[in-house]
């Protein structure tokens, strides 16, 4: 697609429910990023992927959180029993490649899922 | 460890003026990036510049340039000729190679262009 794609918009569920959160990322783009972003806080990073694999996943906050991405494509977010704490918007963004590698081309953001834990 | 600075919460501006935004960042690492976003409030956020450790000339794109100081390790926002539509919230955010990937944020300006 032209940009980065992530559904659903908005969320919002019990807690203790699980969630799952989807992000297409610009097609050709081999990296491919989750950010949390709390109420009028700055980006906090999650997990990096390039291709398949996670090289980066220091930024996940317990191990509710969890992430996959399949064809070096799609991207699935999962959190697991919901907490209120987890409510935030959860950006994705896509790149060509890692940093030196024309990674800064093209550093797209999606417009986020809205996830509101009740 | 890698980290950036906003020191400025919220910040006024008449339109039609000039206006910097500040940012500090805090690296070991000789080989970086620099980016500047603009996140209005519908939430999307918005490339507007860059700038890489080792380019020599000051990154400008149309009313933005960067204004960046190495050796005071600040990456400065100059937006020129303010308009109405730059209100938004700012994010200075710092990208490095290696094994990571992941751009490091500030906790952003909240920019309020008057007319």
């Known amino acids: 697609g032209a940009g980065v794609s992530q559904s659903p918009s908005n969320k919002v569920t019990e807690k203790g429910k699980d969630v799952e959160l989807r992000c297409d990322p610009i097609s050709g783009h081999t990296a491919l990023y989750w950010y949390r972003q709390r109420l009028g806080q700055g980006l906090e990073f999650l997990i990096y992927?390039?291709?398949?694999?996670?090289?980066?996943k220091s930024g996940l906050p317990s191990d509710r959180f969890s992430a996959e991405r399949t064809g070096e494509s799609v991207s699935t977010l999962t959190i697991q029993r919901t907490q209120q704490e987890d409510s935030a918007v959860y950006l994705c963004?896509?790149?060509?490649?890692?940093f030196g590698q024309g990674g800064i081309d093209g550093y797209t953001f999606g417009s986020g899922t809205r996830l509101t834990v009740v | 460890a890698q980290k950036i600075t906003q020191t400025q919460p919220g910040m006024f501006v008449q339109e039609k003026e000039a206006v910097t935004l500040d940012c500090t960042y805090d690296?070991?690492?000789?080989?970086?990036?620099l980016f500047w976003y603009k996140q209005p409030s519908s939430g999307e956020m918005i490339f507007l510049i860059y700038?890489?450790?080792?380019?020599?000339q000051n990154a400008t794109e149309g009313r933005y340039s960067l204004n960046f100081q190495k050796a005071r390790k600040s990456a400065n926002l100059v937006i020129s000729a303010s308009q109405l539509g730059d209100s938004a919230m700012y994010f200075c955010?710092?990208?490095?190679?290696?094994?990571?990937?992941?751009?490091?944020f500030g906790t952003g300006t909240l920019l309020a262009v008057q007319p």
């Open positions: 955010a710092m990208g490095y190679g290696g094994a990571t990937n992941k751009l490091i």
């Open positions: 963004a896509s790149s060509l490649g890692p």
């Open positions: 992927f390039q291709g398949n694999s996670a090289p980066d």
């Open positions: 690296t070991s690492d000789p080989s970086y990036g």
């Open positions: 700038q890489g450790s080792y380019d020599q």
